[in-house]
């Protein structure tokens, strides 16, 4: 029997020969759109591949990507990333976060400059080790800045769970979780966005199930297509709502089938409602305040709570991006990250002045790095 | 040599300072120039020379394939390698911390004089320091070198419209391997550093003759910064293939899972070379006698199209620039 190689799971999701036969069949198909279609990936990871791959430059001119907002570290608004840092230069913290959190810049300073000062700050690959890391150090206090959609919520309410099962005490978290429907709400609301389907992210709805999508066609008789994140998901996904477009229907499809049921996950589900609550409101970065569209932590953990634990050290006041920043604009589809004024001059990724530069997972961040060939 | 563990008297410059060096360092490197113990060593080249330094930390100390002293030896020797020229003479300074096992020190020496086979190059002076516990991460090595040209003119600035651009081996092993190694990422793998001496094979393509215009080790930065920096300097356009990049599984793997892109990853014996047109075929066959290089590819070629830009080209027609990496490499979120 053949042993299975890692290669196996993603060569087919990569074959040339798939990707172009995708190309031109939704070439063929979108002859048939009697308007423009503009389809937005709500996913940062989408819009990586979209740019990585040059899936964009594969495309008839009359179908446009929109880039979305869903990149958690992109979204993040300065004064939570000023809490991130006030929390590190608070004595005997160690702050853990994931990824590239550490090197985005809040009002007057970013993680990746205050651990150059010398304070303790750790990038994770999995919070799993942060019980470890409690527990080697019981001296501190180890305050998780926890960040991501619904993806990575589920494995901070495990680790919640475990630190209140094995004792736990010096293990605080900063909540930062967001979802991602409320957003997409807010940005079919305003007239002016230009949005006609959306991608919707594969492992979000791993977790969550595709039903959290469903009113999307059925308010906006907009289709969702939910996609995994290899080239030849995505040309997959927009052949099916090109489809979906040309027959006249608006319905949530699951081309990412390989893992998303319509129920999610629903451990992990239970897993987040046990030991997490709605917040009333939340502060997008480039967007604003959206009701309901974060998560915090419920009353009976609060004990845990670094929000609660550390209220003293933490300041609230809302802090709004550069002035020239049209990264709201970008993110609604009424602007490409080249048409901004600062792009790639007085805002790139090492200087980021808005929220789409910030991650290589922003808009403007992916068609720096990899786009302006043709 | 008594005592397990580097004391702070080792580096102080008496007797326990002179028994580390004569126990140690001299019964491994021995050379009549290192022995004479002068305040310098004295040399006599017989051509141009080239001359480089480079200091070496990297955690952890060994890893997969190689150890710090290993990459310190490699590392300047292909340095040298790289402007054509055959590495005679290193010096080696080492800064130990207080504490550090004398063995893993040992074992570091020789490392260092092992891979100093391979190149014929002789450590002919040096330094020792030891450092109080916490003001050092275990031992700094840093090496000299000077090398004798064997062949001129090798630089970025004189890459050529057409030129063919090949790379040695397969890419970002170093960065891969160091990144399993660490703390933090639990991962079975037999993955191993690239880390190697390249001398042989640089000499064996400028002994038949291939043409070469531009050479370096794809080191921290990895593939992409050579790449770009070759385009900057020449003011030309570096495109490639990315079905011709080798790219081994295990590094793919940990590529996949982490976020990260091959291109960016370190490597430590892994080199990029552009050569004439109507060299490449025999530069392929040269490097194909070293192991270390059976996975040469030919994987693009230098032109006009976009001035001072790597451009890579997918094989379903889509093509983006390959831009230097930014900052550090952080794994990806979801």
Known sequence: MKTLQLRDLYDRFRDPATIKGLAALIAEDAKRLREPLHIMEVCGGHTHTIMKYGLNQLLPENIEFVHGPGCPVCIMPKERIDNAVELANIDGVILCTLGDMIRVPGSG?????????????????????????????PEKRVVYFAIGFETTTPMTAAVIKRAVKEGVKNLFFHINHVLVPPPMHILMADEEAKIDAFIGPAHVSVITGSKIYEPFPEKYSTPVVVSGFEPVDVMHSIAMIVKQKIEGRAEVEVQYSRSVSREGNVAAQRMIEETMEVRESFRWRGIGDIEKSALRLRDEYRDFDAEAVFADYLSHEPIDDHKLCICGTILKGLAKPYECRVFGKACTPNTPLGSC???SEGACNAYYRFGGVS | MSGKEIQLSQGGGGEEMNSLIHGLFYKHFSNDILTAAEDAAVLKPEGKIAFTTDSFTVSPIFFGGGDIGKLAVAGTVNDLAMMGAKPLWLSAGFIIEEGFAFGDLEKIVESMAKELEKSGAKIVCGDTKVVPRGSADGIFINTSGIGELRSEGISAHNLRVDDVIIVSRDIGRHGAAIMMAREGIDLQSDLKSDCETLWPAVEAMIDSGVRIRAMRDATRGGLAAVLNEWAEASGLCIEIEEEQLPVCEEVRGICEMLGFEPY?????????????PDDATLALESLSEYPFCADASIIGSVSREKRGKVILRSPWGSSRYLELPKGELLPRIC
């Open chain 2, 264 to 276: 960016d990853l370190a490597n430590e014996g892994t080199f990029i070379i552009s050569v004439h």
């Open chain 1, 357 to 359: 530069m910030v991650s």
């Open chain 1, 109 to 137: 300073s970013s993680l990746a400059n205050e651990r150059a000062k010398g304070r303790d700050i750790r990038s994770l690959y999995s919070p799993l080790d942060l019980i470890e890391i409690a527990k080697s150090n």
